[in-house]
């Protein structure tokens, strides 16, 4: 309806004014007592021990009958591991190996950093990245349906939601867990936390503030087949009020396979050829790809001819069942698959309830269409926490007063990747760096700097962040080096970040402090929209 001719000046201004206010951010806000120091993990997941049917990944971060019971590896791997053909296939690229199997006390073998399915977040290790000065855990509930069914040995049921539900549970064993261990209830460390406000008195009050995530491939049964989405509005909005209930803060809107909210990032090269293959098993097709005209793309996709001879060997028993790889345009790729009507739907549900979108693992098109909606919103609950989104898209992501965080890679890539992404910070919004980890997400933990004889981290140190005093993490009858076993385990955090500040400096050592607040800020800015 047009204003009237009669409507005063004055009125008119304080309504523009209001509106205005409506759709900015809202300014940073400080406990009485200034901001906290910290760094913080965006994305890992201390419970994916029990995804994929619960028998693919070995070890739990606890076991209240002890270590020893926690760290042991899988049954099928007993003997010399011989029968651990996943676990060989993850690290070394053949379903062929052996390793010692034996875990607690010794852990000859594992963890490593390059173990993808044996536990590496035993709870004193991450006690030991949080008295060095972790304040921040992002845990993702994780789960993948179509992994599940097709891992021959299960204990769990596959439906992603029922095991979300049961790692929501976990957690919070874990947490009475440690608390009993420090005096009963709510006298723990690790505190699961479901709002800022919790997050930064627990933080001021010296402990781990633990944030809920969910990433999984299928949310709240989204799957599509041959293009028909499974899902309807009804189940989203269930869904999402269910995840609210749980503690669920933050989350992924698509992850591996494409579904029916979003079209995925792919991944490249022979890892891509087998995750397309899985996406052909759950939706009935192929990665749909056409050549980017533009800067920004997805990985580029490997076919039959461009992977290495074991992937070739699978492709090739894929083919005897009328399943082959498609033929893909010239690079670079872009999955033509952007956000659905549902993916749409979705998004502003996440933003109604507040909760912090996960940008990594969307395909360009559809980070694209998701940043679009943010910023006409101006909503800064927005983050990339594994380095799994093109780093064009940086300047939109710190504009809107999101965050980013990098992979754990090796420190030297790592201190890279940050100062990439530090020159697109916005400087109207507090500047700080994280890691995300993917500790226990498949993927291999960072490696031992290369060419580190010259400079090595010596030992005793002090933490970048703290300045506690750390010698080399032991466990059992084991010692870990960072120079030689990089971070085998979570408990080498700290050694990995004062490689990092022996090679860059100070810098990066402040930035990364600065983590927690800048997530912090974010997340109010979120919850205040």
């Not at 676990?87 to 070394?92: A, G, K, P, S, V």
């Not at 006298?187 to 009050?205: C, L, M, P, Y």
């Not at 579904?259 to 009935?284: K, P, Y």
């Not at 952007?338 to 912090?356: N, P």
């Amino acid at each position: 309806m047009p204003f009237r001719r009669s409507l005063r000046v004055p009125v008119v201004l304080a309504l523009l004014a209001a509106l205005l206010v409506a759709v900015r951010p809202i300014p940073p806000a400080h406990a009485d007592d200034g901001p906290v120091r910290g760094y913080i993990d965006a994305h890992s997941h201390l419970m994916s021990y029990e995804a994929f049917g619960g028998q693919v990944l070995c070890g739990k971060p606890f076991d209240p009958r002890g270590i020893q019971e926690a760290l042991r590896d899988c049954p099928d791997h007993a003997g010399n591991g011989m029968f651990a053909w996943f676990e060989n296939f993850m690290r070394h690229g053949t379903p062929f190996g052996t390793h010692d199997p034996t875990g607690y006390p010794t852990f000859k073998d594992w963890p490593a950093w390059d173990s993808r399915t044996h536990q590496q977040v035993y709870y004193t290790w991450l006690e030991r990245s949080w008295r060095a000065g972790q304040r921040i855990l992002v845990n993702h509930l994780v789960a993948n349906r179509q992994l599940c069914e097709l891992y021959p040995l299960k204990r769990n049921p596959c439906d992603e939601m029922t095991v979300i539900r049961l790692q929501a549970q976990r957690m919070r064993e874990l947490e009475s867990y440690i608390d009993a261990q420090n005096g009963g209830p709510g006298k723990g460390w690790f505190r699961i936390v479901r709002n800022s406000t919790e997050a930064r008195q627990v933080i001021q009050d010296g402990k781990l503030a633990v944030v809920l995530g969910i990433e999984t491939s299928e949310p709240f049964g989204c799957r599509v087949i041959n293009g028909d989405p499974q899902c309807t509005r009804a189940d989203i909005d269930k869904g999402l009020d269910e995840a609210k209930r749980l503690g669920v803060s933050s989350m992924f809107v698509c992850h591996k396979f494409d579904n029916a909210l979003c079209g995925v990032r792919f991944d490249g090269g022979t890892t891509g050829a087998i995750v397309n293959a899985g996406n052909f098993l759950a939706t009935g097709r192929f990665w749909q790809a056409e050549t980017c005209a533009g800067p920004i793309h997805d990985n580029t996709l490997a076919s039959g001819a461009t992977v290495d001879d074991d992937v070739a060997a699978f492709l090739r028993q894929l083919g005897k069942v009328g399943i082959t790889l498609p033929l893909y345009p010239k690079a670079p790729h872009c999955n033509i698959l952007g956000l659905t009507d549902l993916g749409r739907y979705m998004l502003q549900g996440m933003m109604k309830r507040h909760m912090i979108v996960e940008i990594d693992h969307m395909s360009a098109k559809a980070a694209d269409e998701t940043i679009d909606i943010l910023e006409n919103a101006q909503y800064s609950g927005v983050i990339s926490s594994h380095s799994w989104t093109d780093e064009h898209y940086m300047g939109r992501i710190y504009g809107l007063g999101g965050m980013a965080a990098g992979y754990g890679n090796a420190a030297d890539q790592f201190v890279a990747e940050w100062q990439r992404k530090k020159q697109s910070r916005d400087p109207r919004y507090t500047f700080g760096y994280g890691y995300g980890l993917d500790a226990n997400g498949m993927g291999a933990l960072p490696p031992p700097r290369s060419n580190n004889s010259a400079n090595p981290l010596h030992y005793p140190f002090t933490s970048p962040i703290n300045g506690v005093t750390l010698d080399r993490e032991r466990t059992g009858r084991r010692t870990w080096d960072v120079n030689t076993d990089g971070v085998a385990n979570y408990g080498l955090v700290p050694d990995w970040m004062a490689d990092m500040r022996n090679i860059s400096g100070p810098e990066i050592t402040d930035d990364l402090a600065n983590g927690a607040e800048a997530y912090l800020e974010m997340w109010r800015r979120t919850e205040t929209w």
